[in-house]
């Protein structure tokens, strides 16, 4: 097996030390679900304090995540989107191409 760095997923590799260390600060206790913990408050005014109060913030669990939330923000339920098969969101995204059709 060769040990060559490659550009791919987003959960394919390790995370970085001061990422580990935060989640495990994080990592303890209680915290509320779907939004309502201290956590995403501090995130929703760190982004308010770069963009403003006029934007809307949608976090995901990852770049897939990310993907099909921005397609689906440019597009309707009759819209498709094509790619080619060598297209990262085709190859890399798993099945994310066929919540569109």
Do not use: Q
């Not at 501090?42 to 109060?53: D, V």
């Amino acid at each position: 097996m060769m040990n060559t760095k490659t550009f791919a997923s987003d959960n394919y590799s390790g995370v970085h030390p001061e990422i580990m260390e935060a989640l495990m600060k994080a990592n303890s206790g209680h915290a509320s679900s779907y939004g309502a913990d201290e956590f995403t408050a501090r995130a929703f005014k760190r982004f308010n304090s770069y963009f403003g109060n006029d934007i809307d913030i949608y976090l995901v669990y990852n770049g897939t995540g990310a993907n099909v939330l921005g397609l689906s923000a440019i597009t309707h339920s009759f819209n498709s989107i094509i790619c080619s098969d060598l297209a990262h969101i085709n190859v890399d995204e798993s099945t994310a191409p066929e919540k569109f059709m």
